[in-house]
Structure formats: structure tokens, C-alpha cells
């Protein structure tokens, strides 16, 4: 494996981290942490760093008041002749967050950066500097790629449990040193209330912090931001934050369960009935919360492209937002589908156009995997395995599109489901053959209750080659059955190497992939 290291990276965490991570949980539940008022603004929420390519990076703070966002870089730990980069102002209309675009860095470097907070009236008072690092992407092929994936995030009640030392697997992901975290959506559970304890079925107790904007259901654009809050309570994740840059999808928690477009809410916990205007709400408090750059422009949205050097190109499906609504999923005709007639258009673009070695189509859902919505189909796959019908109409015009432009490295990654599993899809199991064979790898939870594996649809032919899910439903982190999934492509053979695994890094699968294929 030719993965560059970079030795410095982890004194940098080992000392000024300390400030980003020295939030500790609260020592009473049903409070949240009581900050010390210095009278200098303070960034108790910590550093984040977003969407790093070869030049450039967003990162982003929170202030506790009124302030300039300042951000110094610097090629060492000491921050000799740093850089320094002037922010936004940040107050009340962004729920005192901020991001910072950084431009011109150089290529498949460690990127030492501190965030400063500034009084808008007297530049020269600044708070602590909050201390976090990135790799930017290289442009050199030997160096290589790894990064790490999951989704769903505080989920069915489960939240921060300090008995079990918070939200633990972000230490595992973190000792792999990845290049980069791809959450594939469900980074907040905005329709699961967080209760101090819940009754476990072994007679345990499972204790969670609690916060006042996550006692109901978020319906005001104060309960959605509160939502993002309350996981940046945990130290972990922080400190996660701080040396590992992200790539964020959301899914249909960020706003409610299973949601689509003009949809009437019938949930007796909500007065505000419009889900579009829930959605409007919770995307305002997503794009506030992480640094995602297409959110930042004029009608920014969240689907996107990564270029990660000449090894990897990340396209960031948004499969919630331009969907039509869950039905039976069986009509024969289906020229909206689940990605909108635009967003399919601009992925067939890219794809087509990508040098990449490797496509990654991170998509927030999953493509073979029955996922129901009471009697209807929240997903791709409607259960029905002949032809494609509704949403699969839409997957098939893709996977034949592939084919016939010979696009070669496409990878599918997802979450959603609860379980952990990778799926090959092979035309010749398949009703619809006018593909070429592909793998499709689940991972997740990373906090949240753990369930049963989906049923297969057989329309493009899956075969399920692994999976670990539990055999009853909504298990606690608690019970385990928590995961991320690793990709790891080598710079001199140019393989891919998916590992599945468990909260604390245990490798529970291994697949390798073959560089320059149309289909695996």
C-alpha cells in the first residue's frame, strides 16, 4: 500500500486538538455544557474542514457571539509566516456560523490551519484559536487514496451515551487516518426526539445527553439547527472533526422519515403539517452546520462532484430532493424518478467526462434493497423482480448508459439500512441485462439502532456475497452491529480496496477491485 504518510499529523491533535476537543460532555443529564464567558467570542463547537480537493478546502466554525472569522494555514504545526484568510461576520442570521474558502493550497499537503474569532468592534480581541489539519488531494497517482464512509447519526433515541464514552466509532475511523469521511446522509435524526434514558430489553439503562431543541420532533429553524447541535456536543466527533475533512449527503432525516417533495405530513407530533416547509428549514440549518461548497452558491444544492486527483472522482447523489412521491413504485413509465430528470442528466455528464480511475457514486440510498414505507417504496427497488418498473426505470437508463459509453471504475456506497453488507450485481441473474456487473457496499450505523437486512430485488440481478445485521430490530448501539466501511486505492496498482467494518475497526469483509473495467 503506497499510501503517503504524514507523521506530523498526529502531534498536531495530540496538543492543540486538546482546545477543540476540551467541550466534555455535560456531568448532568437533561443539560447542556454550561461555557465559561470570557468576554472574547469562543468557538466551543469546534473546527471542520469540507469538500478538500488538490487547491483548495472550506472550513468552518461556530462562534458563541457576534464575531470576524479569521483562518490562518500553514505547511507546519508551529505556524511559521502563516497565511491568513478574512471570513464572514458571524451572527445571528446563520445561527453564528461561518465558512471560509481556502484557494491556491498547494497539492497533496498537510494543511495546518487555526480558526480565530474576532470582535467586530475591536479586531485586536480575539478568542482561543481553535487548531485543525487536512490533507489536500494529490495530483501525483503514486500517492494514493483512503477514505472512510457511514451514515445515521443519533437515530431511534439512541444519542450521546456517556456510559459508553460517546459516539466511539469516530476514534476508529480517525486511527485509519483517512484522507477524507464520506457520510452518506442521516447526519441528524430531526424527527427522533432524545430522551435521558431508555429501558434496554437485557433490564439495562441507556442514558443519553439531552438538550432542549432535541426533546420533540424539530419543526422551527431553531430545533433544526439545535439538532446539528446536540451531536457536536460529543468530544469524539469533534475530534474527528478537527483532523479529518468531510464530504456530507443527507437523506430524509435531516427533515422526517421517508419524505418527499409536497408532502402532507399525517404525524400527530407536528403543527407544521408542509414538509416543504420543514425541508426549507432543514436545509438552511444543514447548509449552516457543515462546509459543503455547491451549498454556497446562488441555488446551491447538495448533489456535487469530488475530484480527488487522478485516482478518484466522488459523485454526491441527492436522491431526496427532486424525487417524486413514495407509491406502490410500479408504474411503467417513471421520467422523474428518484433523481429528477436533471440531476440524472448532470451525473451521465460527469461520469462520461471523468479521467478518474475511480468513480465513487455515493449515492443515500441503496439500489437492490427493498426499503419500505408502509405499503409503499421509499427506494429503488419495489420488491417485483422482473422488469424495471417506477424508480428502477431510471436506475436501468443509468447502469445501460454506463455501459455503452464504457465507463469504467464506477463503485456504488451507501447507508441507509442499518446493517452492513456488499452486494455484486451481475447481468446474467438479472431481468434487465443491458448493464455491465457492479458492486454496490452498505456500511452504518454510526449511532443509531441497529436492523435486520433487507430483502433483494432481483430486476438488475444482486447477489448478497456478505452481510452482518442483527435478527431483530432497532438493537442499541449498545448490542453493537455499528459500522463504517474503508476505501483504500493504491497508487502503484491502482486496485480498490473496500473493507467493512465494525464500531471499534474490526475488518469484517474485504473485497479488491480491479482498476480500468467497465463492469467487476
Known amino acids: 500500500m503506497s499510501h503517503r504518510p504524514f507523521p506530523g499529523r498526529r502531534s498536531v491533535l495530540r496538543g492543540s486538538l ?11 443529564l437533561g443539560a447542556a455544557p454550561a461555557f465559561a464567558r470570557s468576554g472574547r467570542p469562543q468557538a466551543e463547537w469546534g473546527v471542520q474542514a469540507g469538500d478538500v480537493t488538490c487547491d483548495s478546502g472550506l472550513v468552518w466554525v461556530r462562534s458563541d457571539r457576534p464575531a470576524r472569522m479569521i483562518v490562518e494555514t500553514s505547511a507546519t504545526e508551529s505556524f ?49 484559536p481553535v487548531t485543525g489539519t487536512f490533507r489536500t488531494a494529490s495530483v501525483k497517482r503514486r500517492d494514493g487514496v483512503r477514505f472512510v464512509w457511514s451514515g445515521d447519526l443519533a437515530g431511534q433515541g439512541w444519542g450521546i451515551n456517556p456510559d459508553l464514552g460517546g459516539y466511539r466509532i469516530y476514534r476508529a475511523m480517525a486511527d485509519l487516518d483517512p484522507d477524507f469521511f464520506l457520510c452518506s446522509g442521516d447526519n441528524i435524526y430531526a424527527d427522533g426526539p432524545i430522551t435521558s434514558t431508555v429501558a434496554l430489553p437485557d433490564g439495562r439503562t441507556w442514558r443519553n445527553v439531552t438538550t432542549e431543541e432535541k426533546a420533540k420532533v424539530a419543526e ?34 435531516e427533515v422526517t422519515n421517508n419524505w418527499y417533495p409536497g408532502e402532507i405530513l399525517g404525524d400527530t407530533r407536528y403543527t407544521e403539517k408542509n414538509v416543504d416547509v420543514l425541508a426549507a428549514r432543514a436545509r438552511q440549518a444543514f447548509s449552516e452546520y457543515f462546509p459543503i461548497s455547491t451549498l454556497r452558491r446562488p441555488g446551491g444544492r447538495v448533489y456535487r462532484v469530488q475530484h480527488h486527483g487522478p485516482l478518484l472522482d466522488v459523485f454526491v447523489l441527492d436522491m431526496r430532493t427532486y424525487r417524486n412521491a413514495n407509491s406502490p413504485d410500479d408504474q411503467p413509465t417513471d421520467p422523474q424518478g428518484i433523481l429528477g430528470r436533471e440531476q440524472l442528466e448532470w451525473l451521465k455528464r460527469g461520469l462520461s467526462r471523468s479521467r478518474a480511475v475511480w468513480k465513487v457514486i455515493a449515492s443515500d440510498m441503496p ?34 448508459f454506463i455501459k455503452h459509453r464504457r465507463i469504467t471504475g464506477t463503485v456504488w456506497l451507501t447507508a441507509d439500512v442499518h446493517h452492513t453488507s ?81 464500531q471499534d475497526g474490526t475488518v469484517l469483509f474485504t473485497q479488491v477491485l480491479q482498476p480500468g473495467r467497465v463492469g467487476q
Open 80 to 128: 511559521r509566516n502563516p497565511r491568513r484568510w478574512h471570513g464572514p461576520l458571524l451572527g445571528p442570521g446563520t445561527d453564528f456560523t461561518g465558512t471560509t474558502p481556502l484557494r491556491g493550497l498547494p497539492p497533496g499537503e498537510q494543511i495546518h490551519y487555526r480558526v480565530l474569532l474576532a470582535d467586530p468592534d475591536d479586531p485586536r480581541r480575539t478568542g482561543e
Open 367 to 400: 439500489l437492490g434493497l427493498v426499503v419500505p414505507d408502509g405499503t409503499n417504496i421509499e427506494a429503488v427497488a419495489q420488491g417485483d423482480p422482473g422488469k424495471p418498473l417506477g424508480r428502477e426505470l431510471q436506475i436501468a437508463e443509468l447502469l445501460r
Open 18 to 28: 486538546a482546545a477543540s476537543a476540551a467541550l466534555s460532555l455535560p456531568t448532568a
Open 422 to 502: 456488499a452486494q455484486h450485481y451481475q447481468p446474467s441473474r438479472a431481468a434487465f441485462t443491458d448493464f455491465e456487473p457492479f458492486w454496490e457496499f452498505v456500511s452504518g450505523p454510526l449511532n443509531a439502532g441497529a436492523f435486520p437486512a433487507n430483502t433483494l430485488d432481483g430486476t438488475f440481478g444482486p447477489e448478497r456475497v456478505f452481510v452482518k445485521a442483527p435478527t431483530t430490530a432497532n438493537v442499541s448501539p449498545a448490542g453493537g452491529y455499528q459500522f463504517f466501511g474503508e476505501v483504500d486505492i493504491d497508487g502503484g496498482s491502482g486496485e480498490l480496496t473496500v473493507r467493512l467494518r465494525e
Open 220 to 253: 422551527t429553524l431553531a430545533e433544526f439547527r439545535g439538532n446539528f447541535r446536540y451531536n457536536l456536543l460529543d468530544e469524539n466527533l469533534r475530534a474527528f472533526n478537527a483532523q479529518v475533512p468531510s464530504i456530507i449527503q443527507w437523506d430524509d432525516h
